[in-house]
């Protein structure tokens, strides 16, 4: 079992920049591929990013490529979401999740652990 804690989230004009942390509990964190979805007020929750357990495998969504960094550092148990040139569609709940010995997916349903999220509000 994990424990996920997200913070970073906050206002911020378009064109800023925001950093996302997501710190886990317990000691197997390194087991675990780990990703960033959101959710927007009456959308669905959709990916955003994904590492690789090792960190040496990292994934995009369209929307978001090029603006955003994934990165994890196993020893703190924390991963990270560096995004740049945010725009107002970047609005939403932002979410890590947590996949048990699974591959960096892009699909919600195959991580067992969910944070409570972070709002994250982009003004323009």
């Known amino acids: 079992q994990v424990q996920l804690v997200e913070s970073g989230g906050g206002l911020v004009q378009a064109g800023g920049s925001l950093r996302l942390s997501c710190v886990a509990s317990?000691?197997?964190?390194?087991?675990?591929?780990m990703g960033w979805f959101r959710q927007a007020p009456g959308k669905e929750r959709e990916f955003v990013a994904a590492?690789?357990?090792?960190?040496?495998?990292?994934y995009y969504a369209d929307s978001v490529k090029g603006r955003s960094t994934i990165s994890r550092d196993n020893a703190k148990r924390t991963v990270y979401l560096q995004m740049n040139s945010l725009k107002p569609e970047d609005t939403a709940v932002y979410y890590c999740a947590a996949n048990h010995f699974g591959p960096a997916s892009y699909h919600r349903y195959e991580y067992d652990y969910w944070g409570q999220g972070t709002q994250v509000t982009v003004s323009s």
């Open positions: 590492i690789s357990r090792s960190g040496g495998g990292t």
């Open positions: 317990g000691r197997t964190f390194s087991s675990y591929a």
